[in-house]
Nanobody, 124 residues
Framework: QVQLEESGGGLVQAGGSLRLSCAAS????????MGWFRQAPGKERDFVAA?????YVADSVKGRFTISRDNAKNTMFLQMNSLKPEDTAIYYC????????????????????WGQGTQVTVSA
């Protein structure tokens, strides 16, 4: 497993932007997929975006959110633009070590490491 730490959350007005970061440490020498999930109060933890051989972004944020990785620094980013109040949630970074699938993992149970989460609040 790897250890993950998110940063970059905060309060922003609708239409604004935030950039989340996720720093990985530990067993980062093995290939690992990385992803972002979010959980709003009273709701399930939903997939947002993931990076493996390519990137994949959920339809709900497509065109507004961009996922990227800096493998040399073991860091993943989520650039969030045109934020909406419905984007308010705790955003979690996730990783799957030793991943070898052909598809980009988008289910929670496909990941084995999770960060503590960072709060993103978008005001109307």
């Amino acid at each position: 497993q790897v250890q993950l730490e998110e940063s970059g959350g905060g309060l922003v007005q609708a239409g604004g932007s935030l950039r989340l970061s996720c720093a990985a440490s530990g067993r980062t020498t093995r290939p690992y997929a990385m992803g972002w999930f979010r959980q709003a109060p009273g709701k399930e933890r939903d997939f947002v975006a993931a990076s493996w051989s390519d990137t994949y972004v959920a339809d709900s944020v497509k065109g507004r959110f961009t996922i990227s990785r800096d493998n040399a620094k073991n860091t993943m980013f989520l650039q969030m633009n045109s934020l909406k109040p419905e984007d308010t949630a705790i955003y979690y970074c996730a990783a799957r070590t030793g991943y070898g699938g052909r598809w980009i993992p988008s289910r929670r149970d496909e990941y084995d490491s999770w960060g503590q989460g960072t709060q993103v609040t978008v005001s109307a």
